[in-house]
């Protein structure tokens, strides 16, 4: 028998050993918890917004199943012998049968319906004998549970969201998805689906996803509860402002990031980047970034300035600013164990433990454990580093590379941290690595916070993380994937979407093929949220600054990676697309301000702007940058014009002024010069 009862609010059912709790929270929204522990972790994970007091109050009915099916009376019992209860938040409803099945309702009509093929002796439902129940719990040797929870398919379903995966799909019903952090893949698990609800799967375990045609399961690996949160709207951004309403938005973009971004891999010299700095002034190009890339240090974990290359970083520092020009300086999580952090911060317990086998965590160019910064202590301690080291002489930004963490080889099951077990708490890393800095920063004093990060988690876009694609290969196929990987990172409320211009893994610079990419991905990174150049460009054939084994330079470097790097008529072009991004800073501190205030997307899906067209669900090769501009980027080589769908409305060429009617597919001139873009009239 089930039995009900009402918690500070929340509906509260127990059957069979597990508690259930459902309670209003947010806009609209739901939020569930079931667990077979007595207790509740207490755990909010990405659910850390305050949420008014008004959006905290449901409404909860109680009634008696009369019905084999558990449809019950419909009349409300007062809970007195309840065998079925409802809890009513603004739009949504979920309802709880006898056996403790559950169903959502938007508006009375069901969205979402928990998928269970068993026999109680009440109710059955499909093929009862294959015993498959909603919410599994599976114990693991020695405690917690691998959980999987299961819902019914929805015919012609769409699903966004859910973050970065590399593959071009932008409509995720069908596919498989690995809830894991790794390089160029970031977990995000809030899903938005073209039948008007969100879902947040509120939980940083490793685990999987996935939207079959046959029903949709969530998986973690390591749990000791269930904890997902759902909410409804009529548009997609009604479901992506309720969702940042609970988890956060981004700050407002400070004065000084929507130009350019000027990075390669790597200055090796204070005198190299002051080099390229002046030769930036002394072309005319306004430059916003100058990224200083890895092994700028002596070794991993020691956080500090080679000086034997970098005598004297202040006065550098000092020089690029009187230029106008942000510095940004890469940190990485890792701490070799010749660093000079490396034993008191091994004694102190302040980096990943593994269960098994060798305490290395990540191998390139040193043995290396990484840092576990969920433990407070760790951020405390690598800020007085980073603090003493880079802050206190003027750097502007952190770029908190390999934010994963990048593993040696991704066996979750081999390390723990101070939060727990890496199965089951290791997507929110790459949040609590960020907040090494933003908390820091925000607690000096600073307004102005800007950070690059590699992988973030639900929620991370309130701690003013650029997140970028991470290292990726120099080929079309790698550009088709960012086009939808953009689309889904804003979906799932990260707004501050970047990637690596041309792809991150190039073997040759002096290659045609290669430069018609780079030209057409700077384009299209042009109406992006922020325009960087930044490369690992072969050939290989670049002489080390000396043969020491550490330091600043022995490492290689790659071909320079500048605007005029590639040719005068390349240059040009990207000259061109320059201006054209700096005429447009008004309208970009718009559409960035409205991702402050409501969450919405730089980078927006067709349908988030025209979602009562059907057209919109279906179109996933062009976008629009804020609600005025229709981008339509070139995805393919050789190509000199594409087909362009135009919604209905009036629609103006940004380079001929043409002014076109919508609501039809048009073919648009594309010559390598040209992005087509169109702007609503």
């Given at each position: 028998?089930?039995?009900?009862?009402?918690?500070?609010?929340?509906?509260?059912?127990?059957?069979?050993?597990?508690?259930?709790?459902?309670?209003?929270?947010?806009?609209?929204?739901?939020?569930?918890r079931t667990t077979r522990y007595p207790e509740f972790s207490g755990k909010d994970w990405a659910l850390n917004e305050e949420v008014p007091a008004e959006k905290r109050k449901a409404?909860?009915?109680?009634?008696?199943?009369?019905?084999?099916?558990?449809?019950?009376?419909?009349?409300?019992?007062?809970?007195?012998?309840?065998?079925?209860?409802?809890?009513?938040?603004?739009?949504?409803?979920?309802?709880?049968?006898?056996?403790?099945?559950?169903?959502?309702?938007?508006?009375?009509?069901?969205?979402?319906?928990?998928?269970?093929?068993?026999?109680?002796?009440?109710?059955?439902?499909?093929?009862?004998?294959?015993?498959?129940?909603?919410?599994?719990?599976?114990?693991?040797?020695?405690?917690?549970?691998?959980?999987?929870?299961?819902?019914?398919?929805?015919?012609?379903?769409?699903?966004?969201?859910?973050?970065?995966?590399?593959?071009?799909?932008?409509?995720?019903?069908?596919?498989?998805?690995?809830?894991?952090?790794?390089?160029?893949?970031?977990?995000?698990?809030?899903?938005?689906?073209?039948?008007?609800?969100?879902?947040?799967?509120?939980?940083?375990?490793?685990?999987?996803?996935?939207?079959?045609?046959?029903?949709?399961?969530?998986?973690?690996?390591?749990?000791?509860?269930?904890?997902?949160?759902?909410?409804?709207?009529?548009?997609?951004?009604?479901?992506?402002?309720?969702?940042?309403?609970?988890?956060?938005?981004?700050?407002?973009?400070?004065?000084?990031?929507?130009g350019l971004w000027q990075s390669k891999l790597r200055y090796r010299t204070q005198e190299e980047v002051l080099q390229i700095a002046h030769a930036y002034k002394d072309k005319g190009?306004?430059?916003?970034?100058?990224?200083?890339?890895?092994?700028?240090?002596?070794?991993?974990?020691?956080?500090?300035?080679?000086?034997?290359?970098?005598?004297?970083?202040?006065?550098?520092?000092?020089?690029?600013?009187?230029?106008?020009?942000?510095?940004?300086?890469?940190?990485?999580?890792?701490?070799?164990?010749?660093?000079?952090?490396?034993?008191?911060?091994?004694?102190?317990?302040?980096?990943?433990?593994?269960?098994?086998?060798?305490?290395?965590?990540?191998?390139?160019?040193?043995?290396?454990?990484?840092?576990?910064?969920?433990?407070?202590?760790?951020?405390?301690?690598?800020?007085?580093?980073?603090?003493?080291?880079?802050?206190?002489?003027?750097?502007?930004?952190?770029?908190?590379?390999?934010?994963?963490?990048?593993?040696?080889?991704?066996?979750?099951?081999?390390?723990?941290?101070?939060?727990?077990?890496?199965?089951?708490?290791?997507?929110?890393?790459?949040?609590?690595?960020?907040?090494?800095?933003?908390?820091?920063?925000?607690?000096?004093?600073?307004?102005?916070?800007?950070?690059?990060?590699?992988?973030?988690?639900?929620?991370?876009?309130?701690?003013?993380?650029?997140?970028?694609?991470?290292?990726?290969?120099?080929?079309?196929?790698?550009?088709?994937?960012?086009?939808?990987?953009?689309?889904?990172?804003?979906?799932?409320?990260?707004?501050?979407?970047?990637?690596?211009?041309?792809?991150?893994?190039?073997?040759?610079?002096d290659d045609p093929d290669f430069r018609e990419l780079l030209v057409r991905w700077y384009e299209f990174a042009t109406f992006t949220a922020f325009l960087r150049m930044h490369g690992?460009?072969?050939?290989?054939?670049?002489?080390?600054?000396?043969?020491?084994?550490?330091?600043?330079?022995?490492?290689?470097?790659?071909?320079?990676?500048?605007?005029?790097?590639?040719?005068?008529?390349?240059?040009?072009?990207?000259?061109?697309?320059?201006?054209?991004?700096?005429?447009?800073?008004?309208?970009?501190?718009?559409?960035?301000?409205?991702?402050?205030?409501?969450?919405?997307?730089?980078?927006?899906?067709?349908?988030?702007?025209?979602?009562?067209?059907?057209?919109?669900?279906?179109?996933?090769?062009?976008?629009?940058?804020?609600?005025?501009?229709?981008?339509?980027?070139?995805?393919?080589?050789?190509?000199?014009?594409?087909?362009?769908?135009?919604?209905?409305?009036?629609?103006?060429?940004?380079?001929?002024?043409?002014?076109?009617?919508?609501?039809?597919?048009?073919?648009?001139?594309?010559?390598?010069?040209?992005?087509?873009?169109?702007?609503?009239?």
């Amino acid at each position: 028998m089930i039995v009900f009862s009402e918690e500070n609010g929340a509906l509260k059912a127990r059957k069979g050993g597990e508690t259930i709790i459902i309670e209003a929270w947010g806009q609209d929204a739901l939020r569930v918890r079931t667990t077979r522990y007595p207790e509740f972790s207490g755990k909010d994970w990405a659910l850390n917004e305050e949420v008014p007091a008004e959006k905290r109050k449901a409404k909860i009915t109680y009634s008696k199943a009369e019905q084999i099916n558990g449809t019950g009376t419909g009349q409300d019992c007062g809970g007195i012998g309840a065998t079925e209860a409802s809890i009513e938040n603004g739009r949504l409803r979920a309802h709880i049968n006898r056996v403790g099945i559950l169903t959502f309702y938007r508006d009375g009509k069901k969205i979402l319906e928990e998928y269970y093929r068993f026999y109680d002796g009440t109710i059955s439902k499909g093929s009862r004998c294959l015993k498959l129940v909603a919410r599994e719990y599976k114990p693991h040797k020695g405690g917690d549970y691998r959980i999987t929870v299961r819902f019914e398919p929805n015919d012609g379903e769409k699903i966004f969201g859910m973050g970065q995966y590399q593959q071009p799909r932008a409509d995720l019903k069908g596919c498989i998805l690995e809830l894991a952090q790794r390089n160029s893949q970031i977990t995000v698990p809030f899903a938005v689906s073209n039948l008007g609800y969100g879902f947040l799967w509120n939980n940083p375990a490793v685990g999987s996803a996935a939207f079959g045609m046959n029903r949709t399961e969530w998986v973690a690996e390591a749990s000791k509860e269930v904890d997902y949160w759902i909410t409804v709207g009529d548009t997609p951004a009604d479901l992506v402002k309720n969702y940042t309403e609970v988890t956060g938005r981004a700050p407002r973009v400070p004065e000084g990031y929507l130009g350019l971004w000027q990075s390669k891999l790597r200055y090796r010299t204070q005198e190299e980047v002051l080099q390229i700095a002046h030769a930036y002034k002394d072309k005319g190009i306004p430059l916003d970034v100058l990224v200083i890339d890895f092994f700028h240090w002596t070794l991993q974990g020691d956080w500090k300035w080679d000086t034997k290359y970098w005598p004297d970083p202040k006065a550098m520092i000092d020089e690029l600013h009187s230029m106008g020009i942000k510095v940004v300086v890469s940190v990485w999580p890792s701490v070799d164990k010749k660093s000079e952090n490396f034993g008191e911060m091994a004694d102190r317990g302040l980096l990943i433990r593994t269960e098994r086998g060798s305490d290395q965590t990540y191998d390139y160019q040193g043995d290396c454990v990484e840092i576990d910064p969920t433990n407070p202590e760790t951020r405390d301690f690598v800020w007085s580093v980073c603090k003493k080291n880079y802050y206190d002489m003027g750097v502007d930004v952190f770029w908190l590379d390999n934010s994963e963490p990048d593993y040696v080889a991704y066996d979750f099951d081999n390390y723990r941290y101070y939060l727990g077990t890496a199965l089951s708490c290791s997507n929110i890393y790459p949040q609590y690595y960020s907040r090494i800095f933003y908390d820091n920063e925000t607690a000096a004093g600073k307004k102005d916070i800007v950070n690059l990060l590699r992988s973030c988690w639900a929620g991370s876009q309130k701690y003013a993380n650029v997140v970028w694609s991470g290292d990726i290969p120099s080929t079309w196929e790698a550009l088709r994937d960012q086009l939808a990987a953009g689309i889904n990172m804003g979906l799932a409320g990260i707004p501050w979407w970047t990637t690596d211009i041309g792809g991150f893994m190039t073997d040759d610079v002096d290659d045609p093929d290669f430069r018609e990419l780079l030209v057409r991905w700077y384009e299209f990174a042009t109406f992006t949220a922020f325009l960087r150049m930044h490369g690992d460009r072969g050939r290989y054939n670049i002489p080390a600054l000396d043969d020491r084994d550490w330091g600043g330079g022995y490492l290689h470097t790659g071909q320079p990676n500048e605007l005029w790097s590639y040719g005068e008529e390349n240059f040009a072009i990207m000259k061109k697309y320059l201006d054209i991004r700096l005429s447009m800073k008004d309208y970009l501190n718009k559409v960035f301000d409205e991702a402050h205030e409501n969450g919405s997307p730089i980078l927006r899906a067709m349908f988030y702007e025209f979602p009562g067209e059907e057209k919109a669900w279906e179109t996933f090769d062009q976008f629009m940058l804020g609600s005025e501009y229709l981008v339509a980027p070139v995805l393919y080589p050789s190509v000199t014009e594409r087909q362009v769908w135009l919604p209905e409305g009036e629609w103006e060429d940004i380079y001929t002024h043409e002014k076109i009617s919508g609501g039809q597919t048009i073919t648009a001139k594309a010559p390598l010069d040209v992005i087509p873009v169109f702007r609503k009239a």
